[in-house]
C-alpha cells in the first residue's frame, strides 16, 4: 500500500454524484462478489471500501497464482475460434488485428463461455462523434434562435452513439487478460489465483482506475472518493 497521508493532503478520483459512484459500487461488488448495502454510506476514502471488503471477501496467507496468467489462457482459448488468421497468440498480440469481431460481441462470448462479468466498453470514433453532435445540436439550438440543430444534430448523435459498439484501439489480449482477471477476482481466486490482502488492494485499486481513469499509482488508502 502506498505511503500514508493525512486526508487534506490526500486527493481524489472525483465521483461527483452523478450515477458514477453507482457504477464504481457495482463494478467493485460483481469483482469481489459482495453485497455493502449501508456500509456505503460510511465511505469517504478508498480506504474505507478496503476494510470494507476485507471484512466480506476470504483471503489467504500464502502466495497464490498470478490471476492475469489464469485470464490468459482462458481469454486465448476463446480468441482461438474468433481469430481471423491462424498462429501463435500470446499476450502481446494486437485484438484489431486478431478478429473482425467487435468488443460488445467478444465480451459477450467471454460472458457466456467463461462466466465473467460485465467489461466496460470504449467508444470509437464513431461514437465520439454521435457525443459531439448530440451537444452540438443542444448548444447551438438557442444560439442560432432555431429549432432545426436540436431536431436534425442531437437526434442523429443519440442514435450514432447508442450504435456505437466500441474499440479495440491498441488493446493486446494481455490488456484483455488484465481486464478480465481484474473485474472478476473472486471468481479467479476461487481456482488459485492470488487472494492475500495485498492482492485485493490491487486489484481494487485497479477496478477503480477502470472505472474514474484515475492513474492507480496515485490510489491510496487516503485518496477521497469525492
Do not use: H
Amino acid at each position: 500500500m502506498s505511503k500514508p497521508q493525512t486526508l487534506d493532503e490526500s486527493e481524489t478520483i472525483g465521483l461527483v454524484g452523478d450515477g458514477d459512484d453507482e457504477e464504481l459500487l457495482e463494478a467493485i461488488e460483481r469483482s469481489f462478489q459482495v453485497r455493502f448495502g449501508e456500509k456505503t454510506a460510511g465511505w469517504f476514502t478508498v480506504g474505507d471500501i478496503y476494510r470494507d471488503l476485507l471484512e466480506q471477501v476470504p483471503r489467504s496467507s500464502a502466495a497464490g497464482l498470478c490471476a492475469t496468467s489464469l485470464a490468459f489462457y482462458r481469454v486465448r482459448a476463446v480468441l482461438a475460434d474468433m481469430a481471423v488468421t491462424r498462429g501463435r497468440i500470446t499476450p502481446s498480440t494486437k485484438l484489431a488485428g486478431l478478429t473482425r469481431s467487435s468488443p460488445k460481441r467478444l465480451y459477450a462470448k467471454l460472458s457466456r463461455e467463461l462466466g465473467v462479468g460485465k467489461m466496460p466498453l470504449t467508444l470509437s470514433w464513431r461514437g465520439g462523434l454521435g457525443i459531439v453532435m448530440a451537444l452540438a445540436g443542444m448548444v447551438l439550438s438557442p444560439v442560432v434562435q432555431a429549432i432545426w440543430p436540436l431536431l436534425l444534430l442531437t437526434p442523429a448523435g443519440i442514435v450514432l452513439t447508442s450504435c456505437d459498439v466500441g474499440a479495440y484501439y491498441s488493446m493486446t489480449v494481455g490488456d484483455l487478460a488484465r481486464k478480465v482477471a481484474v473485474r472478476n477476482f473472486a471468481q479467479f481466486a476461487a481456482i488459485g489465483a492470488d487472494s492475500r490482502p495485498e492482492a485485493l488492494w490491487r486489484a481494487l485499486r485497479l477496478v477503480i482506475a477502470e472505472e474514474t481513469g484515475f492513474d492507480p499509482d496515485r490510489i491510496d488508502s487516503n485518496t477521497r472518493l469525492f
